[in-house]
């Protein structure tokens, strides 16, 4: 069983900064590719980026050079500095990895971007 939970959300304006975090339980951590996705009202669930084990990333042209994954494997944590934010990365966001094939999501964060 993976558990994953998600912090550090919250209303920001136009131009500012928020550090998502993601606690993951187990063992499986270090190994896992960890993913963190959005979901906007009336849309689609976007993946935003991810970072393999070994911490090469990838990040959505919509969010390339603004945000940051990175992972502490130490602490089982996978972390998404976000800079520069815009009103249109407002969504909830949502760390996910994958176990033996079997997907595991958090509950989400809200990130609400407002002026």
């Known amino acids: 069983q993976v558990h994953l939970v998600e912090s550090g959300g919250g209303l920001v304006q136009p131009g500012g900064s928020l550090r998502l975090s993601c606690a993951a339980s187990g063992n499986i951590f270090s190994t896992n590719v960890m993913n963190w996705w959005r979901q906007a009202p009336g849309k689609e669930r976007e993946l935003v980026a991810f970072i393999t084990s070994g911490g090469i990333t990838t990040y959505a042209d919509s969010v390339k050079g603004r945000f940051t994954i990175s992972r502490d494997n130490a602490k089982n944590t996978v972390y998404l500095q976000m800079n520069s934010l815009k009103l249109e990365d407002t969504a909830v966001y949502y760390c996910?990895?994958?176990?033996?094939?079997?997907?595991?999501w958090g509950q989400g964060t809200q990130v609400t971007v407002s002026s």
């Open positions: 996910n990895t994958a176990l033996k094939g079997v997907p595991y």
